[in-house]
């Protein structure tokens, strides 16, 4: 699912469905909007999804502070920092079969140690083995 280019409502988007081979690597993207006026840290993280949908799969990669799965470690790493300009990308390298079947992004906004606001794509980016 696409956000509509309007910046006050909270949306993730990523790419549907992605071409991946065993030991290849992928890049995946999200991209995020939330009211330009809501204070507090933004912090993205990636879960593996369910076979249907994201729901609340185990966290695969936290972007604050770079806390990796011990099953991804080694093989994730973050491409550059746009957190702040609504973009949030990871590599995965040495992919395995048992990488799958999807990865989803979540998105939070956090004021001091309180959680103010979270979400996500509904469906994230679902890998496709040759």
Same mark, same amino acid.
């Given at each position: 699912?696409?956000? =509509? !280019?309007?910046?006050?409502?909270?949306?993730?988007?990523?790419?549907? $469905?992605?071409?991946?081979?065993?030991?290849?690597?992928?890049?995946?993207?999200? @991209?995020?909007? /939330?009211?330009? =006026?809501?204070?507090?840290?933004?912090? #993205? $993280?990636?879960?593996?999804? *369910?076979?249907?949908?994201?729901?609340? !799969?185990?966290? &695969?990669? @936290?972007?604050?502070?770079?806390?990796?799965?011990? =099953? /991804?470690?080694?093989?994730?790493?973050? #491409?550059? @920092?746009? &957190?702040?300009?609504? $973009?949030?990308? +990871?590599? &995965?390298?040495? *992919?395995?079969?048992? =990488?799958?079947?999807?990865?989803?992004?979540? #998105?939070? &906004?956090?004021?001091?140690?309180?959680? +103010?606001?979270?979400?996500? @794509?509904?469906?994230?980016?679902?890998?496709? /083995?040759?």
């Amino acid at each position: 699912g696409g956000c =509509d !280019g309007k910046d006050e409502t909270y949306c993730a988007e990523q790419r549907g $469905s992605v071409l991946v081979e065993v030991k290849g690597s992928v890049t995946l993207t999200c @991209n995020f909007t /939330y009211p330009k =006026d809501q204070p507090g840290e933004v912090r #993205v $993280s990636w879960r593996r999804g *369910l076979p249907d949908r994201c729901g609340y !799969g185990e966290v &695969i990669y @936290n972007h604050t502070g770079g806390w990796t799965h011990r =099953d /991804y470690r080694g093989r994730i790493s973050p #491409v550059g @920092n746009h &957190i702040e300009d609504g $973009s949030a990308t +990871i590599t &995965i390298r040495d *992919l395995r079969r048992t =990488d799958r079947p999807m990865f989803c992004c979540r #998105v939070e &906004i956090h004021g001091g140690s309180k959680h +103010i606001q979270g979400w996500q @794509n509904r469906h994230g980016t679902y890998m496709l /083995y040759k």
